[in-house]
């Protein structure tokens, strides 16, 4: 998988916790666990993003090897 892939799966797992975050938070009694969990899920993630996003070799032209 090269690192473009890897960042786009990464965002679009981001992306499907927010939309899972929102969803629960809609709910009459939110449940707060639910909520922390997913929120420190997205958060690890969104850091793992931005790690890949300011590493040099997310820029590096991939070998043609």
């Known amino acids: 998988?090269?690192?473009h892939d890897h960042l786009v799966s990464l965002k679009g797992k981001h992306a499907?916790?927010?939309a899972e975050v929102?969803?629960?938070q809609q709910r009459p009694m939110p449940d707060q666990s639910v909520l922390l969990r997913l929120k420190k899920e997205?958060?690890?993630l969104?850091?793992?993003i931005?790690?890949?996003e300011e590493s040099?070799?997310?820029y590096e032209p991939r070998s043609l090897h």
Do not use: I
Request: aromatic share 0%; net charge neutral.
């Open 56 to 58: 040099p070799a997310a």
């Open 42 to 44: 997205k958060l690890r």
């Open 16 to 18: 499907m916790l927010d």
């Open 46 to 48: 969104k850091d793992q």
């Open 1 to 3: 998988m090269s690192m």
């Open 22 to 24: 929102e969803q629960e």
């Open 50 to 52: 931005l790690r890949l």
